[in-house]
C-alpha cells in the first residue's frame, strides 16, 4: 500500500480550468502507474486517465480527451491531472491511484488510493 495524497479540487465555474495534482508523501511516483479516477453521487467510479511507468502513451477516457491532460513531474514528485474547459458533468469526487504496472485504466486494477478531492462545477 502507498498513501497517496491528492489535491487541487474546488469550485470553477463552466470552461475553467483545474488542475489536480497526486503525490505519495516522503516517496516518489516515478515506478507506479497512476490513475485518476472519479465518483459522483449515485454513479459508480470510473477512470478518468492512466499513465504507465515504462512507457506508452496515457490513456483517457472519452468524455474528457482533448480537454484533461495527465502527466508526471518527476522533479516534484507528483503526477497531476490539468482539466480545461470544465462541464457540469465533471462534477464528481476525484481520486489518484497507483499500482506497479499500468494493465488498465479501470479502479479493479489499481490497489493503492488516496482519499479523494471534490472537484464542483457550477455557475
Known amino acids: 500500500q502507498v498513501k497517496l495524497v491528492e489535491s487541487g479540487g474546488g469550485l470553477v465555474q463552466p470552461g475553467g480550468s483545474l488542475r489536480l495534482s497526486c503525490e505519495a508523501p516522503?516517496?516518489?511516483?516515478?515506478?507506479?502507474?497512476v490513475g485518476w479516477f472519479r465518483q459522483s453521487p449515485g454513479k459508480e467510479r470510473e477512470g478518468i486517465s492512466c499513465?504507465?511507468?515504462?512507457?506508452?502513451?496515457?490513456v483517457y477516457h472519452d468524455s474528457v480527451e482533448g480537454r484533461f491532460t495527465i502527466f508526471r513531474d518527476n522533479g516534484k514528485k507528483m503526477v497531476s491531472l490539468q482539466m480545461n474547459d470544465l462541464k457540469h458533468e465533471d462534477t464528481a469526487v476525484y481520486y489518484c491511484?497507483?499500482?506497479?504496472?499500468?494493465?488498465?485504466?479501470?479502479?479493479?486494477?489499481?490497489?493503492?488510493w488516496g482519499r479523494g478531492t471534490q472537484v464542483t462545477i457550477s455557475s
Open positions: 516522503g516517496s516518489s511516483l516515478e515506478t507506479y502507474a
Open positions: 491511484a497507483v499500482d506497479a504496472v499500468l494493465v488498465r485504466c479501470e479502479p479493479w486494477a489499481f490497489g493503492s
Open positions: 499513465i504507465g511507468n515504462i512507457g506508452g502513451s496515457p
